[in-house]
């Protein structure tokens, strides 16, 4: 929550102080741009892309993020994952440039998205598909996968002429599934499991069709300008 009243009192700003810039002529740009906010993320992975910008207004980037115990051990260590933690995704994404600065460049976007993440888990609980009642387990192998899109707005702020901080929100859909396999000693109770902090949908097994929201902050870098 917090994280997300930051990122949007930063595009609030950004945006009032873009508007009174003036147009120039359009370049060409390749930039490499990481989402630093990904790291502390509940699902941490290191999350990192490459955006293409025609002089046409339009844009195209393709972003990666990998997690896993090896490169993402500081963060995981007081979460639920163990040792087999493992995140991976992938987002296509075309942008529509409709303003244009030496300082700044406006946007709409759309982003499509594909995650994926599994882990062996120990001595944990969940609730199985088509089920209202906690199961809980001695280990058992966790999957689970999303797709979907995001129709997007945001701002790329351009400093030192080669520094990108891209500040983003939107809304989407989601296609979500969460199985649960290998269990081992699996124990059916009688009561419903009860979330204090929050939702954790790797608790509940099955699959959902879910509102999606995208907002975030990106660093970039310009290495190539025609």
Known sequence: MKRSILVLLLAFIVIQNCASQETYEARDYLIIKAMPLSMIDYRPRLRFGLEYKANNRLGYSIDLGIGNMYLNRWRLDGLIWGQDYSFFEIRPELKYIFENTQDYYL????ELFYMEMSDHLLSRYYEKENSNVK???????????????????GANIIA???????????FGFAKRNIAYTDVVNPVTGTEAIFLEWGPQPELFEGESTIFHIALGLKMGYTFWIQ
């Open 135 to 153: 199961t809980t387990f001695e280990s058992a192998t966790l999957n689970k996968q999303k797709y979907g899109f995001h129709l997007k707005a």
């Open 107 to 110: 946007y709409f976007a759309l």
């Open 160 to 170: 030192y002429k080669r520094l990108n901080i891209d500040i983003y929100g939107g």
